[in-house]
């Protein structure tokens, strides 16, 4: 039986993703919005981001509801993937445009994520670190944190939506191509915080 710790998951997702796709870059525990928190995983895929959270055998649905309207806020899909024992109870929290697969021998899906449309602008540049946004905007640099968000808001969300794609690009890539070149055959759970190093970072 499929030993079914959060970070023994977490690994054979990143083998999957990666299998499954070409052009990808993943991150490992990335920090987004105004919370400050984490998503498990993040993928970007040909030029989109895609939030995973992971739940275990051992963990709960209590935050889950929240999870995902955060995720729906900032990322462009949103996917789950769970042990079996959580099936269920996640069918009855998410609607139709939330991925969800189950975990056991294999990652099977149930039903595929689409493309989110419930965007916050400023969930987006919360997401950004200021140092990041000063240098794409330097007419803004003598602006605080708070401040050049604010200015920003103001843009379309296509503008800022690429924002956030090459600030993410750009903290996650190196460490994802360090992590392949000393990865083996598949991911082990050492592995993995390679793929964290820089993306708890502070955003202010």
Request: aromatic share 8%.
């Given at each position: ?84 024992s959580h099936i269920e109870g996640i069918k009855s929290i998410i609607d139709k445009t939330i ?42 640099k003598t602006l605080n944190s708070d401040e050049i968000r604010q200015k920003l808001s ?51």
């Amino acid at each position: 039986m499929f030993r079914n710790s959060a970070e023994i998951i977490k690994a054979s997702v990143i083998d999957w993703l990666i299998t499954s796709h070409n052009d990808i870059i993943i991150g490992n525990e990335v920090m987004y919005g105004t919370t400050r928190k984490v998503v498990d995983l993040l993928a970007i895929i040909n030029g989109k981001t895609l939030a995973i959270e992971i739940k275990s055998a051992s963990d709960n649905l209590n935050r889950l509801t929240e999870q995902v309207q955060e995720y729906c806020k900032i990322f462009d899909k949103v996917l789950i993937v769970s042990s079996p024992s959580h099936i269920e109870g996640i069918k009855s929290i998410i609607d139709k445009t939330i991925g969800l697969y189950i975990i056991d021998e294999k990652i099977k899906k149930i039903q595929s994520p689409r493309q989110n449309h419930n965007h916050d602008k400023l969930e987006i540049l919360y997401s950004i670190s200021s140092t990041f946004l000063k240098k794409q905007y330097p007419q803004y640099k003598t602006l605080n944190s708070d401040e050049i968000r604010q200015k920003l808001s103001k843009e379309k969300k296509t503008t800022i939506h690429q924002l956030l794609l090459s600030f993410y690009q750009q903290r996650l890539s190196e460490r994802f191509r360090f992590f392949m070149n000393e990865r083996g055959e598949y991911t082990l759970i050492d592995d993995i915080p390679t793929l964290s190093s820089l993306t708890r970072i502070e955003l202010f």
